[in-house]
């Protein structure tokens, strides 16, 4: 009971969140927990750029057979023939959180992610709180960066500016211009084939527009697929007719465990924000994810509300830039199943 008691105590009178502002690279910590966290970045699935202000030009620039025969003359760089130079606007989106919180609903938790045999409390109030308000933004960020959402928050997703994964979404994401790739409804029969269908796309085309196989010489090639697809995928490795009776690869069936699955040695990454039935197949140097972080427009604060109100709540409030973007506008695929 005394130790309750002691609890109780410093919780009402000694647990103290300050209105520090914390600015600049003492805001990392925290804001880059929130925008970071979700796994297509924190897993280093795209590329990324920090330290931006408002945009970035990604530029590409290509040489078209640059042979000839022998002679005097040289082959002037602008011939829009022989010299192509390709432009990639990344626009960062302005967001925030503003969140107020009870203190009395989160201290309890509080107490038991960190109390140890001892009853000691090694992390502040101010540190946890922080970092709860940040796992949740993450992974709503998580879904803005590959779907982007109906209202103003988020301009463009990789496969959406919507919000919704359809025929018109894609076609108005930033990886519009990729070959498509006609898949069926992935089930653990048929996930392999799936996979199949989008590579023979890249090597192939769609019909319509020509395939880009070169992309499979990339060193960092790469499919992307969400946990539902990659599950499916190894349901089928493990118990695949087509894997010895059944029996599925290395003769284990479902007695094993299959870490980091790939599609004729090319990794699959697994993106929780990506829709079902959905694969991409393109360069990870391809995918682009810019933010404004390390620049001093970036903060993170938390604001004792119950110093003026009289309540008991904590506002949290972060500010943040980012958005998402190819490198190469057609330098990939995208497999779905409303592709006609």
Not at 12 to 39: E, H
Request: aromatic share 10%.
């Amino acid at each position: 009971m005394a130790n309750k008691y002691n609890l109780s105590k410093e919780y009402q009178f000694d647990i103290d969140v300050s209105a520090d502002t914390y600015a600049g690279k003492l805001a990392m910590p925290y804001v880059t927990a929130a925008v970071k966290s979700p796994d297509t970045v924190a897993k280093g699935f795209v590329r990324q750029i920090d330290g931006l202000n408002k945009s970035a030009i990604i530029s590409g620039l290509s040489l078209d057979d640059p042979i000839a025969a022998a002679s005097c003359d040289f082959t002037t760089g602008d011939a829009p023939a022989n010299l192509a130079l390709t432009e990639q606007v990344l626009t960062l989106n302005d967001m925030k959180v503003n969140q107020q919180v009870c203190r009395s609903t989160i201290f309890p938790t509080w107490v038991g992610e960190n109390m140890d045999r001892n009853g000691n409390l090694p992390s502040t109030f101010a540190d946890f709180l922080l970092a709860t308000v940040a796992a949740k933004a993450g992974a709503q960020l998580e879904n803005l960066l590959w779907l982007a959402d109906a209202g103003a928050l988020w301009g463009v997703g990789f496969l959406s500016n919507d919000g919704v994964y359809d025929e018109t979404g894609v076609d108005a994401s930033a990886c519009k211009d990729f070959v498509e790739a006609g898949i069926t409804a992935i089930t653990s029969g048929n996930a392999a084939a799936q996979f199949g269908a989008v590579y023979d796309a890249a090597i192939a085309g769609d019909g319509v527009a020509a395939g880009v196989p070169g992309i499979l010489t990339k060193p960092d090639i790469a499919f992307y697929c969400n946990i539902k697809t990659y599950g499916l995928y190894i349901q089928q490795l493990a118990g695949s007719a087509t894997f010895a009776n059944h029996q599925g690869i290395n003769m284990k069936g479902t007695d094993q465990a299959i870490v980091n699955a790939t599609y004729l040695g090319i990794p699959i990454y697994v993106c929780p924000g990506m829709p079902d039935d959905c694969i991409v197949l393109t360069p990870r140097e391809n995918m682009v994810f810019g933010t404004n972080l390390a620049t001093d427009w970036t903060e993170a604060r938390i604001i004792p509300h119950y110093e003026f109100s009289g309540g008991d709540d904590v506002r949290v409030v972060m500010n943040f830039a980012c958005g998402v973007q190819t490198a190469v506008a057609t330098d990939g695929v995208v497999g779905a199943t409303f592709w006609t």
